[in-house]
């Protein structure tokens, strides 16, 4: 512990699937291999076993809740919890949707590839 990350940004804009979302978690957060895969894992995984980054930025974040609404509303309530439970090992989270991640070009254009 004690080595965190300055910025994690997670893609969540192809998630489709809760088994999905724990994994693409779990990897890009560096959890354990024996990590359980469930809300309960992932509070103890970011309250005791990894260092979060100082900001953790979710691309895609209204396509996840628009896919898979309880899992972004647990999501959202674990890292809420954690900046007020620690605040001084919680993330800053940035939830970004899909507009916001793509090239200026494409955005100003208003042209995109299955929208």
Same mark, same amino acid.
């Given at each position: 512990?004690?080595?965190?990350?300055?910025?994690?940004?997670?893609?969540?804009?192809?998630?489709?699937?809760? $088994?999905? &979302?724990?994994?693409? =978690?779990? #990897?890009?957060?560096?959890?354990?291999?024996?990590?359980?895969?469930?809300?309960? +894992?992932?509070?103890?995984?970011?309250?005791?076993?990894?260092?979060?980054?100082?900001?953790?930025?979710?691309?895609?974040?209204?396509?996840?809740?628009?896919? $898979?609404? &309880?899992?972004?509303? =647990?999501? #959202?309530?674990?890292?809420?919890?954690?900046?007020?439970?620690?605040?001084?090992? +919680?993330?800053?989270?940035?939830?970004?949707?899909?507009?916001?991640?793509?090239?200026?070009?494409?955005?100003?254009?208003?042209?995109?590839?299955?929208?």
């Amino acid at each position: 512990m004690n080595d965190r990350k300055s910025e994690v940004t997670i893609d969540l804009s192809d998630v489709a699937s809760p $088994l999905e &979302l724990q994994q693409r =978690l779990s #990897r890009s957060l560096e959890f354990p291999n024996w990590y359980g895969k469930n809300w309960d +894992a992932f509070w103890d995984a970011i309250t005791g076993l990894v260092d979060m980054p100082h900001q953790l930025r979710l691309l895609g974040w209204q396509t996840l809740e628009n896919r $898979l609404p &309880l899992d972004a509303e =647990l999501l #959202r309530a674990c890292l809420e919890k954690m900046q007020k439970a620690l605040p001084g090992s +919680a993330s800053t989270v940035v939830y970004d949707s899909e507009r916001d991640t793509l090239p200026d070009a494409v955005r100003s254009s208003g042209r995109v590839k299955g929208f």
